[in-house]
């Protein structure tokens, strides 16, 4: 069950529902989104139902929701959600082009790639600083010294920075950086990297699981919501199935059923999905027409020298061809193309 507070419900009328649902021996969860916040209950629902919140000034409405996830479903907040990353909105009016190396590898690397990503009309800087690779003998990241080229190349072109986290202790470091923190595939079912990033007020980017369930994927977002975070995006990002040709399937139906289930925005990554450039543009296409709520793609000024995941990397020329299938798809989707900032801050 969950209370939907109204959007302009003071602080106080907030904390009245929380109590009244304690003293009735239930918790309350406070999840906070850019217009709304919504309260989740565990407990006696039967209880809950005599309790009349909905007659609680500042509530809006009180939901049973019938699915397992409760914060991030459709039903607790029917309209879909825009998250604000740096102020840049990602949502159902606009479709958001992220792109950036996959790792930060050098400040002369990072703007380099930043400068082509701005170029094609992306709205977001993505970089690496910390890499969960497979071998434990391949690059691993620059760490902080990679988070701070990121704020610097930000600071030159205007930017907000999305970047990895990968450990519960190392999100307050993260944050205090980055404008959107990224869990990535490997950690999709970290619960105390979830719980972390959750307890946080930035907002968070929640690729999907190699082997997640569309389920099991919301219920990681759900642990997210739970801790207060309701600044969600989800990323589909390609799942591991018996087809070798690419390095994951992207799932593209996962968008359109993301959006049915999940008030969350919807972007894909057709880069670690496919894992070779040629492919990238076309599934780039695909999820544009799908509706997806944005794109987040690799970039790099020298693929071939590049310390990770280079043949995927878009160049130049593929470039111009995405920030085409921007500006044609995105109003056929009903959407505008997020503009990037217009100065460096
Ligand atoms: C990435 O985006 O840099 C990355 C490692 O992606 P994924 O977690 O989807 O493999
Ligand atoms: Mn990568």
């Known amino acids: 069950m969950v209370v939907v507070m109204k959007g302009d419900a003071a602080p106080e009328e907030i904390d009245a529902v929380v109590a009244v649902v304690s003293q009735a021996g239930g ?48 039903e607790s907040h029917p309209v879909p959600s ?40 992306a709205a977001l800087l993505r970089g690496g600083a910390y890499k969960p690779r ?28 999305v970047t990895e986290v990968v450990e519960a202790a190392d999100v307050d470091l993260v944050a205090s950086y980055a404008d959107m923190l990224q869990v990535g595939t490997r950690n999709m079912q970290n619960f105390s990297l979830l719980q972390a990033v959750g307890s946080c007020d930035k907002p968070v980017l929640l690729k999907r699981g190699l082997n997640a369930t569309i389920e099991e994927w ?24 018996f087809e070798t040709a690419t390095r994951n399937t992207l799932d593209i139906s996962a ?15 057709p880069s670690h999905a496919a894992g070779r450039r040629d492919l990238v543009v076309p599934l780039a296409r695909a999820a544009l027409a799908i509706g997806a709520d944005g ?23 593929d470039l111009d061809a995405l920030a085409e299938a921007m500006r044609t798809l995105a109003p056929l989707a009903g959407k505008r193309v997020t503009a990037a900032s217009a100065a460096p801050r």
């Open 27 to 74: 918790s309350a969860f406070v999840s906070r989104g850019v217009t709304r916040t919504i309260v989740g209950l565990v407990g006696d629902i039967a209880l809950f139902q005599t309790l009349n919140l909905g007659a609680l000034p500042g509530v809006q409405d009180v939901i049973r929701i019938s699915q397992p996830f409760k914060l991030v479903s459709r």
């Open 82 to 121: 825009t998250v604000l990353v740096g102020g840049v909105p990602i949502g159902p009016e606009t479709a958001t082009l992220i792109a950036g190396p996959c790792a930060v590898e050098t400040p002369e690397q990072t703007l380099a790639a930043a400068r082509m990503a701005q170029a094609a009309g």
């Open 134 to 161: 497979t071998s434990p003998y391949a690059f691993q990241g620059l760490g902080e010294a990679g988070l701070r080229i990121l704020a610097d190349v930000r600071a030159e072109v205007g930017l907000p920075v």
């Open 218 to 241: 919301l219920m990681a977002a759900e642990y997210v919501a739970q801790r207060g975070n309701l600044s969600i995006v989800l990323c589909e990002r390609g799942i591991r199935t």
């Open 255 to 269: 968008v359109p059923i993301l959006h049915d289930l999940s008030h969350l925005p919807v972007i894909v990554d």
């Open 295 to 317: 794109v987040i793609v690799d970039v790099h000024p020298h693929p071939e020298n590049a310390l990770c995941d280079g043949p995927q990397a878009l160049v130049d020329p």
